[in-house]
C-alpha cells in the first residue's frame, strides 16, 4: 500500500525531479499487511467497473459510484483493491467513508491522479491513469518493496532518486475497461534486486501481458522528452498514460548472492558466525550462511549482512589489491572497505566492487574441480569474465 506521502506539488516541470515525497509509494501498509496480494477484479472479464458495484460515469463518494450493496466492499480483498484505486485516484488529506460489509470502512487518497472522479466522471485519461497505478501496486507474494514512480500526470511528474535506483518496469492499459486490459514491459533493471511477485507476476493468469517484442519497454515504449527521456516513458502502443516503477533493494529480503561462472553462492566458511571467517562460494543449499540483507547506506553504496552470523561482508585488511581475500567482519559504521557498489554487465549480473574509490571486483578464483565443493573468493581488477560477474536475487 501507499505510506507517509507528504504534500503533493502539482504543474512540475518533466525536466526537474519532484520531492521524493510526490513520487514514493510503499507496498506495506497496516490496512494489509501482503499489499495488494491478489489481482482480484482485476482478472474479471467484464472489466473492474461493472461487476464490483463500481462505476466510471459516477463520483468514487456516491453510492452510485461504489455500492455498498455488493462487489468490491463486500469482501476483505475488494476492499483492498478498492483502497487502491482510492490512493492512486484521489490526493492526500481527501477520504471516503464507505457502508460495506461487515461494518463502515474508511479509504485515503494519497497520489492524486484522478481527482475529478471523488465527485464526478471517470473518462478514459482517468481510468487509464489510475489502472496504471494499481498495476504498479501488486504484489502476489506478501514480499513489500518501496517504489518510486515516474509518469505524465502532473500529480506525479518525472524525476529520479539515488534511493530507488533500478528501472523495474512500466504499466499501462485500462482495467475498467470490458475486457480489462492490463499490460506491462521490463525496465533496463527488471533483473536486479528482484523481488517475487512483482512485475509480470501475474502473468500467468492471463491477466498483465508484456506486448514487447524483446520484453523491454525500450523497444516498445516512447520515452518521456528531453531531460526526463531517462525517467519512463510517455506512450506505450496505444496508451498515453504510463508509470514507470524504480525499486531498490529491500532491507527486510533476504538475498544470495550467485557467481556466474561457477553457478555457487557466496559463503562462509566454518560456523559461519566468527570475525575474519573467509568468504568461500559454495552449491547453494539454501542455509542462512548463504543469505545476505542488503541495506544502502550511500547513494550506490550498501551493506551486506549474513543472516546467520550478523556480520558485515568485508575485505581483509582493508585492501585494495587484486587476490585478497574477502571476509565477514562486526560492521564498522560505513568504511569503504564494507560498502559495496553494482554495474549491471547485462542478463541480470553484476560487477560487485568494494570500497568507495576502487574498481576491483569479486571473484572465484577458479570454477570448482568435481569433489572439491569449496572455493575461495577474493577481489580482482575486474576483467568482464564470467567469474567476476554475480546475480544478485532472492534467496528461497
Not at 78 to 85: C, D, E, L, P, Q
Not at 255 to 260: A, D, E, F
Amino acid at each position: 500500500m501507499l505510506a507517509g506521502l507528504a504534500t503533493l506539488v502539482p504543474g512540475c516541470t518533466e525536466s526537474a525531479p519532484l520531492p521524493s515525497s510526490v513520487h514514493e509509494s510503499e507496498a506495506a501498509s497496516a490496512a494489509s499487511e501482503n499489499g495488494l496480494s491478489s489481482i482480484n477484479g482485476l482478472s474479471s472479464i467484464n472489466g473492474l467497473s461493472s461487476v464490483n458495484g463500481l462505476s466510471s460515469i459516477n463520483g468514487l463518494g456516491s453510492l452510485s459510484g461504489m455500492s455498498s450493496n455488493n462487489g468490491l466492499l463486500s469482501n476483505a480483498s475488494g476492499r483492498n483493491t478498492f483502497s487502491y484505486i482510492v490512493r492512486c485516484a484521489l490526493p492526500a488529506g481527501r477520504r471516503l467513508v464507505k457502508l460495506g460489509s461487515g461494518g463502515v470502512y474508511t479509504f485515503d487518497g494519497e497520489l492524486g491522479l484522478a481527482p475529478e472522479w471523488e465527485g464526478g466522471t471517470c473518462a478514459k485519461d482517468c481510468q487509464e491513469q489510475v489502472s496504471a497505478c494499481v498495476m504498479a501496486h501488486v504484489n502476489t507474494s506478501g514480499v513489500h518493496i518501496p517504489l518510486w514512480l515516474d509518469g505524465d500526470s502532473p500529480a506525479l511528474g518525472w524525476g529520479q532518486s539515488t534511493d530507488y535506483p533500478y528501472q523495474e518496469g512500466s504499466f499501462f492499459g485500462n482495467i475498467f475497461a470490458s475486457p480489462p486490459a492490463a499490460f506491462y514491459c521490463n525496465g533496463k533493471d527488471f533483473d536486479q534486486g528482484q523481488v517475487p511477485g512483482r512485475l509480470g507476476a501475474a502473468a500467468a493468469s492471463g491477466v498483465f501481458k508484456n506486448p514487447s517484442s524483446t520484453g523491454y519497454c525500450r523497444d516498445y515504449c516512447l520515452a518521456a522528452d528531453g531531460a526526463a527521456a531517462g525517467d519512463g516513458f510517455k506512450q506505450c502502443g496505444s496508451y498515453s498514460h504510463v508509470i514507470t516503477v524504480w525499486r531498490n533493494f529491500n532491507p527486510s529480503v533476504d538475498y544470495k548472492v550467485c557467481n556466474r561462472g561457477s553457478g555457487k553462492c557466496l559463503d562462509v566458511t566454518g560456523s559461519g558466525l566468527a570475525d575474519g571467517a573467509q568468504l568461500i562460494q559454495q552449491v547453494t543449499p539454501g542455509t542462512d550462511s548463504q543469505k545476505w540483507r542488503i541495506t544502502q547506506i550511500a547513494p550506490k553504496k550498501y551493506r551486506f549482512l549474513n543472516l546467520h552470523s550478523g556480520k558485515a561482508l568485508n575485505v581483509v585488511g582493508a585492501a585494495k589489491g587484486s587476490g585478497v581475500y574477502l571476509m565477514q567482519l562486526a560492521y564498522q559504521g560505513g568504511q569503504p572497505n564494507e560498502l559495496w557498489s553494482f554495474t549491471p554487465t547485462g542478463d541480470g549480473f553484476y560487477k560487485f566492487s568494494p570500497g568507495s574509490d576502487s574498481s576491483a571486483s569479486i571473484v572465484g578464483a577458479a570454477p570448482d574441480a568435481v569433489g572439491i565443493p569449496l572455493t575461495a573468493v577474493r577481489q580482482w581488477v575486474y576483467d568482464g569474465t564470467a567469474l567476476m560477474q554475480w546475480s544478485i536475487a532472492p534467496a528461497n
